[in-house]
T-cell receptor, first 117, second 114 residues
Framework: ETGVTQSPTHLIKTRGQQVTLRCSSQ?????VSWYQQALGQGPQFIFQ???????GRGNFPPRFSGLQFPNYSSELNVNALELDDSALYLC????????????????FGPGTRLTVL | AQSVTQLGSHVSVSEGALVLLRCNYS??????LFWYVQYPNQGLQLLLK??????LVKGINGFEAEFKKSETSFHLTKPSAHMSDAAEYFC????????????FGQGTTLQVKP
């Protein structure tokens, strides 16, 4: 069974640039969620994708956007980068909402460390 | 609104001692609860989850947690700490059918001294 993978591992950008982060879900999972984890903090929910549609969003501005592809992989795009966007970005995959044991248990990838200078 | 409070940002124990990491939640409906562990420069690994099937939940690496509705708590314990348990631990809550929005606590760093 293949776990959740993310690329790249690390990324350095400057203010105002745009970035794309990628995630491949665990085999058998078709729902992907993205989280931002600032240094010393717990992860914060950005949004979730199911059937290639956004299926819930946290308190993040529109410059954070995403995509999900037919193979269930996903991208997180951030435009007009700000210094405060520096964080570990985590992707998590899960089964269809409400299926399995119904807990929507999420399995996380290793994350992408984004540094904005 | 749901929230999670982890009491104690840092916990230090000696190898072989009891580990107790505290988590209290707030939720308008019975939630699902999770504990995740994060090793340095890694993602989150699921330790255990509460799904309302049993109040005492056993997880990986000898950890367990007990759901206490009356105390709105879900504390994580391990009878005997090992050096490899040193990591960051996160308690998280999800409201059933809430579009996968996990709410995390601030985390507790566990230090294990030889």
């Amino acid at each position: 069974e293949t776990g959740v993978t993310q690329s790249p591992t690390h990324l350095i950008k400057t203010r105002g640039q745009q970035v794309t982060l990628r995630c491949s879900s665990q085999s058998g999972h078709n729902t992907v969620s993205w989280y931002q984890q600032a240094l010393g903090q717990g992860p914060q929910f950005i949004f979730q994708y199911y059937r290639e549609e956004e299926n819930g969003r946290g308190n993040f501005p529109p410059r954070f956007s995403g995509l999900q592809f037919p193979n269930y992989s996903s991208e997180l795009n951030v435009n007009a980068l700000e210094l405060d966007d520096s964080a570990l970005y985590l992707c998590a995959s899960s089964l269809v909402p409400g299926e399995g044991d119904g807990t929507d248990t999420q399995y996380f990838g290793p994350g992408t460390r984004l540094t904005v200078l | 609104a749901q929230s999670v409070t982890q009491l104690g940002s840092h916990v230090s124990v000696s190898e072989g001692a009891l580990v107790l990491l505290r988590c209290n939640y707030s939720s308008s409906v019975p939630p699902y609860l999770f504990w995740y562990v994060q090793y340095p420069n890694q993602g989150l690994q699921l330790l255990l989850k509460y799904t309302s099937a049993a109040t005492l939940v056993k997880g990986i690496n000898g950890f367990e947690a007990e759901f206490k509705k009356s105390e709105t708590s879900f504390h994580l314990t391990k009878p005997s700490a090992h050096m490899s348990d040193a990591a960051e631990y996160f308690c998280a809550v999800i409201k059933p059918s809430n579009t996968g929005k996990l709410i995390f606590g601030q985390g507790t760093t566990l230090q294990v001294k030889p």
